[in-house]
């Protein structure tokens, strides 16, 4: 009986340290593809970890996990190989086939952790593993924001994967502008960012810049918080991206303080259509929140 014990212990010891699915079969549900990368997800290992009860006695997870698998084609394994700095773990790029990897979300502040990652060669053998990744919020620009919205609709089910793709749902003009130099500013917010917190909206902006002969001379992307109440706001984070500098990160001339919205200024007028939309989508605005 204790040979038999110990023989059972030391399998599920091994089946406990063996990569994720590398010995049973998973229903990977696609999410998109492009010449680059294909990406899926497995519904079925979705799991809230942590839950908050709120003050009216709704349960809101605000943790939540999920397998997700990523294929790659030759170019987008050498990006892969770049941009984590391994070309000496992999120098052929043709050797890096797929990744297997845990990630975390948490909905309330739209940010994702890679908790692990297996990447895999041709023959399915783990040629390269990555634990604790850093905690990065998820915009536009992020390459994870399928993943995110896809996990966080297995558990609300508030359709984001929907309001990404929607052609004339996700950006909302606030206004355009043209000075007496022929520049025409137009300025544009991404809906699935927007987070109410008290009278605070969390948002990411869109802020394009062109000449008298339509050229693009700036552009900026930034996170804000808008006081609607006050009418101020404060840039929390962002990029400018210029013809001569490329993209660097956008310094706030006001130093993290909440500068007043003047009436007779353009984002007066974002501050309106942004109210406007608050109070009309007020179920979307507040998705997760533990108020």
């Known amino acids: 009986m204790k040979k038999i014990f110990f023989a059972l212990a030391i399998i599920c010891a091994a089946m406990f340290f063996v990569p994720h699915y590398a010995c049973a079969e998973t229903d990977w549900y696609w999410l998109e593809s492009n010449d680059k990368y294909s990406k899926y997800f497995d519904a079925d290992s979705v ?11 709704k349960e809101i997870a605000i943790e939540i996990e999920a397998w997700t698998k990523t294929t790659y084609s030759y170019e987008g394994a050498a990006e892969t190989i770049k941009n ?27 940010t994702l952790q890679y908790v692990r990652e297996d990447f895999y060669d041709g023959k399915d053998k783990v040629v390269w593993s990555k634990n604790e ?10 390459f994870d924001e399928e993943f995110y919205c896809a996990i966080v609709d297995e558990v609300f089910q508030m359709g984001e994967r929907d ?4 052609a ?15 520049l025409t500013t137009t300025l544009s ?19 394009v810049t062109k000449n008298s002969a339509g050229k693009t001379t700036e552009i900026r992307f930034m996170k804000k918080a808008i006081n609607l109440t006050q009418g101020t706001e404060v840039i929390k984070d962002g990029q400018i991206w210029t013809p001569t500098n490329s993209w660097k990160d956008l310094q706030d001339e006001y130093d993290g303080a909440y500068r ?8 007066y007028q974002g501050l309106v259509q942004l109210r406007v ?14 108020d």
């Open 47 to 57: 799991t809230v970890n942590k839950k908050v009860v709120t003050k009216d006695g």
């Open 84 to 110: 984590y700095g391994i070309e000496n773990v992999l120098p052929d790029p043709n050797s890096l086939k797929y990744s297997l990897a845990l990630i975390r979300v948490n909905p309330q502040n739209r």
């Open 133 to 142: 990744g850093r905690i990065k919020e998820i915009t536009s620009q992020t």
């Open 163 to 166: 309001r990404k793709r929607a």
């Open 168 to 182: 004339d749902g996700r950006w909302l003009d606030l206004w355009t502008h043209t000075d007496d130099k022929g």
């Open 189 to 207: 917010a991404d809906t699935t960012t927007m987070r109410l917190k008290g009278s605070n909206l969390i948002l990411w902006e869109w802020q």
């Open 260 to 267: 007043m919205i003047a009436t007779d200024e353009p984002d």
């Open 277 to 290: 939309y608050v109070k009309n989508n007020r179920e979307w605005v507040t998705r997760y929140s533990l």
